[in-house]
C-alpha cells in the first residue's frame, strides 16, 4: 500500500492541526495504521494507532488526551486531529501501516513521506 501524508504546516501553541493520510489499492481496510513523529535531532517517535476496524487506539503517552487517530476505510484514509498543541510537537509526522498492531517502527511495513508540523511559542 502507497501512503501519502498532508495537513502539516505552522500552528501556535495551544493551537489545533489535523492530518490526514491516504492509502492506495483495496487492502487499506485490512491494516493498522499508525502515525510516527521524528523532531530534529531526535529518533522516530510512535504518537497512535488504530486497529483495522476503528474499534481499538492506543497512544503514547505524550500525546494522551490531546491527540485523537481515527480512519474511514471507504476513503482509504486515517486522520490526526491534534489539539492543545505545544512546542514540543514540532516534528515531521509520518503514517505507517502495519498488518499487526504494534507501536514500535519495526511493526510498520509500510511509511508515507512525512509532514512538517511547526508549533511556535
Known amino acids: 500500500v502507497q501512503l501519502q501524508a498532508s495537513g502539516g504546516g505552522l500552528v501556535q501553541a495551544g493551537g489545533s492541526l489535523r492530518l490526514s493520510c491516504v492509502g492506495s489499492?483495496?487492502?487499506?481496510?485490512?491494516?493498522?495504521m499508525g502515525w510516527f513523529r521524528q523532531a530534529p535531532g531526535k529518533e522516530r517517535e510512535f504518537v497512535t494507532g488504530?486497529?483495522?476496524?476503528?474499534?481499538?487506539?492506543f497512544y503514547g503517552d505524550s500525546v494522551k488526551g490531546r491527540f485523537t487517530i481515527s480512519r474511514d476505510n471507504a476513503q482509504s484514509t486515517v486522520y490526526l486531529q491534534m489539539n492543545s498543541l505545544k512546542p514540543e510537537d514540532t516534528a515531521v509526522y509520518y503514517c505507517?501501516?502495519?498488518?499487526?498492531?504494534?507501536?514500535?517502527?519495526?511493526?510498520?511495513?509500510?511509511w508515507g513521506q512525512g509532514t512538517l508540523v511547526t508549533v511556535s511559542s
Open positions: 505507517a501501516a502495519s498488518q499487526i498492531i504494534a507501536t514500535y517502527e519495526e511493526g510498520y511495513d509500510y
Open positions: 488504530i486497529d483495522w476496524s476503528g474499534e481499538s487506539t
Open positions: 489499492g483495496r487492502t487499506f481496510s485490512s491494516y493498522a
